[in-house]
T-cell receptor, first 116, second 114 residues
Framework: KAGVTQTPRYLIKTRGQQVTLSCSPI?????VSWYQQTPGQGLQFLFE???????NKGNFPGRFSGRQFSNSRSEMNVSTLELGDSALYLC???????????????FGEGSRLTVL | AQKVTQAQTEISVVEKEDVTLDCVYE???????LFWYKQPPSGELVFLIR??????QNEISGRYSWNFQKSTSSFNFTITASQVVDSAVYFC???????????FGTGTSLTVIP
């Protein structure tokens, strides 16, 4: 069974640009979450999607957005990039049985974004 | 508010030693889940265990064991007879019973020296 796939794995952008990261969850998983990992702040929750609807959102500015498609694949977008957005962005999928129940997260290898 | 504290930032042990990674959590919820994840250098977080707040039984899986104590809000992780392959960053996490939002500790970097 294929795991969570994230693309691209590495990317370099400059300040002011925007970036789109993609995540393909494990087949059958309907919940997709995104986390930002930095040395200073650790792992921080960005948002979670279930059946194309955002149902949880962390404390990040509006420059961070996401969406989920009908096949459960998800994208996150960061606009007007800042130096502080340099991080490893991790996507995780979960076999949540319903729209609320918590399931264990299965993570991808992440997309490492460097903002110059 | 939910919070997870992993006071040990870095630990080094010699191969075959036992090591315990500490995790203390804060929540006002009566029902919640606790997790441990391992992050090797590749970056992918690997799920190790999930425990719900109803179940305080300790669990053992091979060389790994977990000690959940609600009275002290702790969920510690012990590796017995450590191996070089155990070298990684280990994260403890808490989630509410409903909703898939996880709160992670800052992680403990474990180095096992051959």
């Amino acid at each position: 069974k294929a795991g969570v796939t994230q693309t691209p794995r590495y990317l370099i952008k400059t300040r002011g640009q925007q970036v789109t990261l993609s995540c393909s969850p494990i087949s059958g998983h309907r919940s997709v979450s995104w986390y930002q990992q930095t040395p200073g702040q650790g792992l921080q929750f960005l948002f979670e999607y279930f059946s194309e609807t955002q149902r949880n959102k962390g404390n990040f500015p509006g420059r961070f957005s996401g969406r989920q498609f009908s096949n459960s694949r998800s994208e996150m977008n960061v606009s007007t990039l800042e130096l502080g957005d340099s991080a490893l962005y991790l996507c995780a999928s979960s076999l949540a049985a319903s729209s609320d129940v918590t399931g264990e997260l299965f993570f991808g290898e992440g997309s490492r974004l460097t903002v110059l | 508010a939910q919070k997870v504290t992993q006071a040990q930032t870095e630990i080094s042990v010699v191969e075959k030693e036992d090591v315990t990674l500490d995790c203390v959590y804060e929540t006002r919820d009566t029902t919640y889940y606790l997790f441990w994840y391992k992050q090797p250098p590749s970056g992918e977080l690997v799920f190790l265990i999930r425990r719900n707040s109803f179940d305080e039984q300790n669990e053992i899986s091979g060389r790994y064991s977990w000690n959940f104590q609600k009275s002290t809000s702790s969920f510690n992780f012990t590796i017995t007879a450590s191996q070089v392959v155990d070298s990684a960053v280990y994260f403890c996490a808490l989630s509410r019973f409903l909703g898939n939002q996880f709160y992670f500790g800052t992680g403990t970097s474990l180095t096992v020296i051959p």
